[in-house]
């Protein structure tokens, strides 16, 4: 006999439709991620790619974007909810199973620690002298559970937190979860009501609910620039996550996904060609597109070419 605690979770009761959804914008996050991968590499050969629009030789290579929302989708599943020391656990199983997935430096330092024992509140908040990472990794992997709280906003903003915490202590980091949270469940909610004319609304929605902060200035600003704008302007006025910020990274991969939110393959395009964090903004346009369009919208052959997902 032993004196193991067995506890119980209750999953809400619609958790099957919730989870169906959820793994719709898993499924747009991965091939994006996998697809903006592709742009990584000699700037010959990528430029003429996307002057071009030559969709990249398979197979496709996902990221850590995808293997952390994997995560996430997986905490879903079995617990209805973030639990956040769940989740740190399958951040550090899934990072000691593929370690060469493209983690950037300080997940590298916070998933070696907490896979060695440290528990997840002490090694994010170490990170960044005490002042926690504002990345934009807790953006990359929200798209999922967005969708899964897409009916209740209030428990959306403090899931999304709870899922960013983990690894970024600082409130920026938690902003752009809460951020691209926000984005996908407006595209879920209004999916059959989707077009050029009210699609600014998803940014206007996502202003209202964001916290304050320089990822929420960032959004607010793209509110006042024209859909019609060339990608690679709007992300030097926005930032591309090429500072791997969530404040540089969410403003404009709402703007991607709010312009095309009815198109997945132009959405991804568009996303591209404003460079910088390439594969996280896609994985961020695309975990929210999908949300937006019928099942089955997302290109057979990206999806072959990106591979199957390793889902528990």
Same mark, same amino acid.
């Given at each position: 006999?032993?004196?193991?605690?067995i506890?119980s979770?209750?999953?809400?009761?619609d958790?099957t439709?919730?989870?169906a959804r959820?793994?719709?914008?898993?499924?747009g996050?991965?091939?994006?991620d996998?697809?903006g991968?592709c742009?990584?590499g000699n700037?010959?050969?990528t430029?003429?790619?996307?002057?071009?629009?030559?969709?990249?030789?398979?197979?496709?290579?996902?990221?850590?974007?995808t293997?952390m929302a994997?995560?996430?989708f997986?905490?879903l599943?079995?617990?209805?909810?973030?639990?956040?020391?769940?989740?740190?656990q399958?951040?550090?199983?899934?990072?000691?199973r593929?370690p060469?997935?493209?983690?950037?430096?300080?997940?590298?330092?916070?998933l070696r620690?907490i896979?060695?024992?440290t528990?997840?509140a002490e090694?994010?908040?170490s990170?960044?002298?005490?002042?926690g990472?504002?990345?934009n990794?807790?953006?990359?992997? *929200?798209g999922p559970? %967005?969708?899964?709280?897409?009916?209740d906003?209030?428990?959306? /903003?403090?899931?999304?937190?709870? !899922? &960013?915490e983990?690894?970024?202590?600082?409130?920026?980091?938690?902003?752009?979860?809460i951020?691209?949270?926000l984005?996908?469940a407006?595209?879920w909610?209004?999916?059959?009501?989707?077009?050029?004319v009210n699609?600014?609304?998803m940014?206007?929605?996502?202003?209202?609910?964001t916290?304050?902060?320089?990822?929420?200035?960032?959004?607010?600003?793209?509110?006042?620039?024209?859909?019609a704008?060339?990608?690679?302007?709007?992300a030097?006025m926005l930032?591309n996550?090429s500072?791997?910020?969530?404040?540089d990274?969410?403003?404009?991969s709402i703007?991607?996904?709010a312009?095309?939110?009815w198109?997945?393959?132009?959405?991804i395009?568009t996303?591209?060609?404003?460079?910088?964090?390439?594969?996280?903004?896609? *994985?961020?346009v695309g %975990?929210?597109v999908a949300l937006?369009?019928p099942?089955?919208? /997302?290109p057979a052959?990206w999806i !072959? &070419?990106?591979?199957n997902?390793p889902?528990?």
């Amino acid at each position: 006999m032993t004196n193991e605690v067995i506890v119980s979770h209750s999953l809400p009761p619609d958790h099957t439709e919730r989870l169906a959804r959820a793994h719709l914008s898993l499924e747009g996050l991965s091939v994006g991620d996998a697809f903006g991968q592709c742009f990584f590499g000699n700037p010959e050969t990528t430029g003429l790619r996307m002057r071009e629009r030559q969709i990249p030789p398979s197979p496709w290579w996902y990221t850590d974007d995808t293997a952390m929302a994997i995560s996430v989708f997986q905490c879903l599943s079995e617990r209805g909810e973030i639990e956040r020391d769940h989740l740190a656990q399958l951040f550090a199983e899934e990072y000691l199973r593929e370690p060469r997935r493209g983690y950037g430096g300080t997940a590298h330092s916070i998933l070696r620690a907490i896979g060695s024992g440290t528990p997840w509140a002490e090694a994010a908040g170490s990170a960044f002298s005490g002042m926690g990472s504002m990345g934009n990794g807790g953006a990359m992997r *929200a798209g999922p559970l %967005g969708a899964y709280f897409a009916d209740d906003i209030p428990e959306l /903003i403090r899931q999304a937190r709870f !899922s &960013a915490e983990v690894t970024h202590a600082h409130p920026e980091g938690q902003a752009g979860a809460i951020a691209t949270a926000l984005a996908a469940a407006w595209a879920w909610n209004h999916r059959e009501a989707i077009s050029r004319v009210n699609s600014r609304e998803m940014i206007e929605f996502v202003v209202t609910h964001t916290p304050e902060g320089d990822t929420h200035t960032g959004i607010r600003r793209s509110l006042d620039i024209p859909f019609a704008r060339n990608p690679q302007t709007v992300a030097a006025m926005l930032g591309n996550g090429s500072q791997v910020t969530a404040p540089d990274t969410a403003p404009f991969s709402i703007w991607c996904a709010a312009r095309h939110c009815w198109d997945y393959q132009e959405a991804i395009w568009t996303t591209v060609t404003g460079f910088g964090d390439i594969d996280t903004n896609c *994985a961020i346009v695309g %975990g929210i597109v999908a949300l937006s369009l019928p099942a089955g919208s /997302i290109p057979a052959d990206w999806i !072959s &070419a990106r591979g199957n997902l390793p889902l528990p």
